[in-house]
């Protein structure tokens, strides 16, 4: 079922874009179970979370690794197409599950997401990483969608880490390659994307591909969504100085393979040993 739901065309516009909209790959079954999740989370957050709304305007949460503590966040990494899903785009042949981002933009939250690549923050190197932002609200430009710079993820470039709802750079991270470019300086320089989702559709994206997000100015409609994140075959462990949302190190070797027990493999294509 789910090597139906990605198409060898699908995973090659995402190999080249390094973003692509899947459109209802998801069961009202499973946007139920991470509805009751994301509740619950909100109700007892974990010390990673995080609230990055500006001057009280509305609720910008976020939260990290609800699978280690949540059951709802469990099944679904664990049970859902998820992993699968961006295998397939990948074409990896195992994933393994290295983190879940809870984002939600309540109405009224007046701060955007700002311009950024995910694999700086991140303890890996490698081409294979893919997350899946996963709505579960309808989602416009107007309630928080995300954008994309297609194609970013293939200038071979790392920018420096933001804090994602000020736009700041990350004093205690590496130098990388300098500041990500303005790219709202002078969008028509750059090939821009961005999509409308329903409940049920979902985004994959690079690692390194650039994106943000624009606020939520809607007076009644939430933005609530889940970034589960996958690493693939050429994924190795990368020690880095900033890593936010780890909450403890594993007894990883750099260099070397990332499969332990806190970033579990989740998915292997027949006939791959373990």
Same mark, same amino acid.
């Given at each position: ?45 974990? *010390? /990673?979370?995080?609230?990055? &709304?500006?001057? %009280?305007?509305?609720? =910008?949460?976020?939260?990290? @690794?609800?699978?280690? #503590? $949540? ?63 996963? *709505? /579960?609200?309808?989602?416009? &430009?107007?309630? %928080?969608?995300?954008? =994309?710079?297609?194609?970013? @993820?293939?200038?071979? #470039? $790392? ?72 690493? %693939? ?42």
């Amino acid at each position: 079922m789910t090597q139906a739901l990605v198409s060898a065309e699908m995973a090659e516009a995402w190999r080249r874009d390094g973003a692509l909209p899947l459109r209802g790959v998801f069961s009202d079954d499973w946007l139920a179970l991470l509805r009751e999740g994301v509740d619950r989370a909100m109700a007892d957050p974990s *010390p /990673l979370s995080k609230d990055y &709304a500006r001057d %009280g305007q509305g609720r =910008f949460f976020t939260d990290h @690794h609800m699978h280690r #503590r $949540l059951e709802p966040f469990r099944k679904f990494t664990h049970e859902s197409p998820a992993a699968e899903i961006c295998a397939r785009l990948m074409g990896a042949t195992k994933v393994n599950l290295f983190d879940e981002h809870l984002l939600v933009k309540e109405p009224g939250t007046d701060a955007p997401t700002y311009w950024h690549q995910d694999l700086p923050y991140f303890e890996m190197t490698g081409t294979q990483i893919c997350s899946l932002w996963i *709505p /579960l609200d309808p989602v416009t &430009a107007e309630t %928080g969608a995300m954008k =994309f710079v297609r194609g970013s @993820h293939r200038w071979n #470039r $790392l920018f420096r880490p933001i804090r994602i709802g000020e736009g700041k750079l990350v004093e205690e991270s590496e130098e990388y390659d300098g500041e990500a470019p303005d790219i709202d300086a002078a969008p028509d320089e750059y090939d821009i994307a961005i999509w409308d989702y329903a409940p049920g559709d979902c985004v994959a994206f690079h690692g390194a591909v650039l994106h943000g997000a624009t606020p939520n100015r809607s007076s009644t409609v939430r933005r609530r969504a889940l970034a589960v994140r996958f690493a %693939g075959d050429d994924v190795r462990w990368q020690p880095r100085a900033y890593i936010p949302s780890v909450p403890d190190r594993p007894d990883l070797e750099p260099g070397g393979p990332i499969d332990c027990d806190l970033y579990p493999v989740l998915w292997r294509a027949e006939g791959v040993e373990a």
